[in-house]
Structures are given as structure tokens and as C-alpha cells.
Nanobody, 123 residues
Framework: QVSLAESGGGSVQAGGSLRLSCYAPGYTYLPYCLGWFRQAPGKEREGVAG???????TYADSVKGRFTISRDSATNTLYLQMTSLKPEDTAMYYC?????????????????WGQGTQVTVSS
């Protein structure tokens, strides 16, 4: 397994923006998926966004229109641009990697994970 590495978390007021980054090298063979997950205290880890390589992106309904996932293949960097942040977005955010398509962002199917970066949104 390969450990990924997130950065960019912090504290922000509601309505603000943050951009998370993750060192996330891809696999030799296609397809594969790079994703962002989050976990708030007392809640299950949930998928936030994913990018299929090759192919499309996918987002949780709660973040559609506010978050954008992208990847810079030259630097092996995965990004999550978060805008219009809400207190409900407060969580530990993780990046992860799996072979195959994102297919609903089921966390149990992702084998490689980062250590997490905290995002706190105040009201």
C-alpha cells in the first residue's frame, strides 16, 4: 500500500473557501479512481468527490456546485477546491486511491489513504 499525503486544511468562516491538496500518484494501468472523503465526529466516513482516470468526476449531493475535484498529473497532485463552505462541512478530510472506477465512492474499496487534514468551518 502507498500512503497519500493531504495538506491545506484549516479554519474558515462560513461562506469562505479552502483548497486541499494531496500527493496522489496514479497507477500504471487504467482505470483507477482518486477520491476525497470526510469524517465528522460520531459519523461515518463519507465520500465527497472522486475523479475517474480516464473519465468523469463525481460528487456527493451535499457538495455539488460548491466543491471541485481536479488532478495535476505532472505533479501527482489531487486537489479539492471548496467554496461556499458551511459548518456542516467541518470534518477530517482524507484523500484515497483505488483501482477501478469510483463507483459511488465506497470507502471500503479504497486501499490507499492519506493521514487526513482537518477542516473547520465556523458560523
Amino acid at each position: 500500500q502507498v500512503s497519500l499525503a493531504e495538506s491545506g486544511g484549516g479554519s474558515v468562516q462560513a461562506g469562505g473557501s479552502l483548497r486541499l491538496s494531496c500527493y496522489a500518484p496514479g497507477y500504471t494501468y487504467l482505470p483507477y479512481c482518486l477520491g476525497w472523503f470526510r469524517q465528522a465526529p460520531g459519523k461515518e466516513r463519507e465520500g465527497v468527490a472522486g475523479i475517474n482516470l480516464p473519465g468523469t468526476t463525481t460528487y456527493a449531493d451535499s457538495v455539488k456546485g460548491r466543491f471541485t475535484i481536479s488532478r495535476d498529473s505532472a505533479t501527482n497532485t489531487l486537489y479539492l477546491q471548496m467554496t461556499s463552505l458551511k459548518p456542516e462541512d467541518t470534518a477530517m478530510y482524507y484523500c484515497a486511491r483505488r483501482r477501478g472506477y469510483c463507483s459511488g465512492l465506497t470507502s471500503a474499496l479504497f486501499g490507499d489513504w492519506g493521514q487526513g487534514t482537518q477542516v473547520t468551518v465556523s458560523s
